[in-house]
């Protein structure tokens, strides 16, 4: 085991004679995010009673993750806690930068924090920093944690456990397994074997209505093919999306769409979510170009095959054929090594 959690979780409590952990998540919470922040509450809750726990995740939770955490018995992470005069450790998950930290105030408010990641942007903030680029931040909670333990969060807890938690983070973040590594497979054994239940955790990723459907279909039909046509987009105003009630949730999964046919390399949208304020979402295979690589020179990052920026111009136009210059140069030297 590369990290024991349990070892280093004991000593940052002891060492600075903390009674009072809070767990936090990036900004939008996804399935990840939320499953490894409430994945380790739970389990720190069950082997840890001594210590109080609490979870804090956005209101802006994705919808089917949210469906889990509303039916959690034992922590509400919507609400902001209330913990003013306090001294407490902070624990953050699946977030590469502090500026992209719900909760911030918390983190810097805390005695000490720790850090668990799988992020290749992680920019190795926290007292303690565990980040081990993988598919996802879920994978790597699950290797960190004493199987005992784990074991114990599905015997003295009502569903949501631990351990489904855990298993939520992981379908999320690989697109239901389709991006599933050996190890992510095994982790996934290992869950089952635990008794989580499969079909229960699927229903997080079921969230289409009808409504949602046509204004997604309405978003794919604006997508552009650019450069050789490998490459597709989709841009969205402010303008665009108040007259037509698109919101962000709506736009989210349209790069990972585009992305993921088969005639296409390199999906992305670009979303105004404030005037002059555009977010967004690059999604490939990782190989045929770096998108982490790519967007760092933005100021943006995430994966390899997953990243985003957030951009303030009044000339969306041309921020993006400066990226598309940028995606023309990371070709041709992608293609030169190859030569
Ligand atoms: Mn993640």
């Known amino acids: 085991m590369t990290f024991d959690f349990d070892k280093e979780f004991q000593n940052m409590m002891q060492k600075h004679s903390l009674n009072t952990v809070i767990l936090l998540g990036h900004l939008n919470p ?43 018995r034992v922590f509400d992470p919507l609400t902001k806690p209330d913990i003013t005069d306090e001294r407490y450790a902070v624990i953050v998950c699946d977030t590469a930068v502090l500026s992209r930290l719900i909760g911030k105030e918390y983190y810097e408010c805390a005695e000490t924090s720790m850090v668990i990641d799988h992020h ?29 333990k784990l074991k114990k969060t599905m015997i003295s807890e009502m569903k949501p456990t631990a351990a489904d938690y855990i298993y939520m983070g992981i379908l999320h973040d690989t697109g239901c397994l389709s991006r599933a590594k050996m190890s992510t497979m095994q982790a996934v054994t290992g869950l ?41 987009c989709v841009c969205v105003s402010r303008a665009e999306s108040e007259a037509e009630g698109i919101g962000y949730e709506d736009i989210h999964p349209i790069s990972g769409i ?32 770096n998108v982490n690589e790519l967007l760092k020179k933005f100021g943006g990052g995430g994966h390899a095959a997953a990243a985003g920026v957030r951009k303030r111009t009044n000339n969306m136009e041309k921020f993006r054929q400066d990226i598309l210059e940028e995606i023309i140069m990371m070709r041709k030297n992608i293609k030169k090594e190859r030569a």
Not at 127 to 132: F, M, Q, R, V
Not at 202 to 229: I, P
């Open 120 to 148: 290749a942007s992680n920019e190795g903030y926290g007292d303690i920093n565990y980040t081990k680029i993988s598919e996802a931040c879920a994978e790597n909670v699950y290797y960190i944690l004493d199987q005992a």
């Open 30 to 72: 996804d399935g990840d995010a939320a499953g490894s922040v409430m994945g380790l509450a739970h389990y720190i809750k069950v082997n840890y009673p001594q210590y109080r726990v609490i979870p804090y995740l956005e209101y802006t939770l994705d919808k089917g993750p949210k469906k889990q955490v509303k039916a959690d």
């Open 192 to 232: 089952l074997e635990l008794g989580v239940e499969h079909s229960y955790v699927m229903q997080t990723m079921h969230n289409d209505t009808l409504e949602s459907l046509q204004t997604r279909a309405g978003l794919l039909e604006r997508a552009e093919r650019l450069l050789d046509g490998k490459i597709a």
């Open 258 to 289: 585009l992305r993921d046919c088969e005639d296409i390399e390199l999906g992305f949208t670009m979303y105004e979510e404030e005037e002059n304020r555009w977010r967004c979402s690059f999604r490939s295979d990782g190989k045929w170009i």
